[in-house]
């Protein structure tokens, strides 16, 4: 299937030894393909996402509150309420 669209003889069998090397590297290097799969589909998905530090959290917020205060004079418009 894959050699008709590549035009190349076995190229199915180049593939999957391809995939066998990368497999048998990463376990020579004492990874677990399943764990790295794992780990790839939950920080992508963002489970595996650090929780920010809660000093710089902190100061975000304060920092984009000033921002708005600055913002509404500016414009001449009332502060908003900070939601809670």
């Not at 590297?25 to 990874?31: E, M, Q, S």
């Not at 000093?55 to 921002?67: G, H, I, K, V, Y």
Request: charged share 20%; proline share 7%.
């Amino acid at each position: 299937m894959l050699h008709h669209a590549l035009s190349v003889p076995y190229a199915e069998i180049s593939s999957m030894l391809g995939l066998a090397l990368v497999i048998l590297w990463l376990w020579l290097c004492g990874r677990n393909l399943r764990e790295l799969l794992t780990q790839a589909a939950f920080s992508l998905s963002g489970h595996l996402r650090p929780r920010p530090d809660r000093a710089m959290e902190c100061a975000l917020r304060n920092a984009f509150t000033q921002l708005d205060k600055e913002l509404a004079a500016v414009l001449d418009q009332p502060i908003p309420r900070p939601r809670r």
